[in-house]
């Protein structure tokens, strides 16, 4: 599998990925080190205990590291969590919406670690 064929597989955007990292094996090197990124495990451990700032953090991390890989719909899902729980902001979501975008997030990011794995485990 190429990277390219990764990111079809993922629903990322090598092109945004390009943009940020100049070469294929630059973005192989760093989508792989995604697999060991604990932002979004904070996220998810945050959710679990309540912990809003910890929602913020872990959401605002991972929404940033999302970006510089080319995985805009991670991001942007991260994104939006992350403004609901930015210190100063009013709420806006209710709270199914709120756990209707972690299920998005989890669903997405276990779609995507398959896939680099996948893409890992043929290098």
Partial sequence: MTIQE????????????????????????????????????RLF????????TGMFEGSHAMKGVCANLGLNELSRIASEISEEYRPGNAKTLSEDEISQRFADLKALYERTVAGIQEFAAGQ
């Fill in 6 to 41: 990764l990111y079809e597989n993922i629903g990322g955007s090598y092109e945004s990925a390009k943009k940020i990292l100049p070469s294929d094996k630059m973005i192989a090197k760093f989508v792989q080190r995604f697999l060991t990124d604990k932002s979004c495990e």
């Fill in 45 to 52: 451990a945050a959710r679990e205990s309540g912990d809003e």
